[in-house]
C-alpha cells in the first residue's frame, strides 16, 4: 500500500508543477499583445518555468516542483505603428517576445500532463481500495 501512496503522491506534485506551468501560459497569452505605453519603456517579456526532481523526505518518493519560473530573454518583436506613442524614429513599436503558437502548444502539453497525473491518482485510489475490500 505504501507504493501506491508514494505513486499518488508523484502524481500530484506532477498535478502541482503542471497547473505552474499553466498559469505561466495564462500569463503570456494574456499579454501577448500589451504594447509599452512611451519610446524607451520595454513590452511584456514572455515567461519561463523549468521543474527539478526533489525527494520528499517523508515519503522516500522523487517528486516534481517548480526550479524557477524566469524570462525568455529572445528578441522583442517589431511592429510598424508610426503613431503608436511608443514608436521610436522610425516608427516601429517593441512587441513582446510571446508567439501565441508556442503559448498554445505549452498549454496543451501541460494539460495532457496533468489528465495522465489525474489517472494515476484515480488508479491509485482505485487499487488501493480494492485492496482494503479484499482485506476485510
Known amino acids: 500500500m505504501d507504493d501506491l501512496n508514494k505513486s499518488s503522491l508523484i502524481a500530484v506534485s506532477g498535478m502541482k508543477a503542471q497547473a505552474e506551468r499553466m498559469r505561466v501560459v495564462s500569463e503570456n497569452l494574456a499579454n501577448a499583445d500589451s504594447l509599452p505605453t512611451s519610446p524607451d519603456a520595454t513590452p511584456y517579456r514572455r515567461k519561463t518555468i523549468s521543474f527539478r526532481n526533489v525527494l ?4 522516500g518518493a522523487d517528486v516534481v516542483k517548480v526550479k524557477k519560473v524566469d524570462v525568455d530573454r529572445s528578441e522583442f518583436q517589431k511592429k510598424y505603428d508610426p503613431k ?23 498549454m496543451r502539453e501541460a494539460q495532457r500532463s496533468y489528465e495522465a497525473n489525474l ?5 491509485s485510489k482505485s487499487m488501493l481500495s480494492k485492496t482494503v475490500d479484499m482485506l476485510k
Open 56 to 59: 520528499d523526505k517523508t515519503s
Open 84 to 106: 503608436h506613442p511608443a514608436a521610436d524614429s522610425s516608427g516601429y513599436v517593441l512587441a513582446p517576445n510571446v508567439n501565441p503558437l508556442i503559448e498554445l502548444m505549452d
Open 119 to 123: 489517472n494515476i491518482v484515480s488508479v
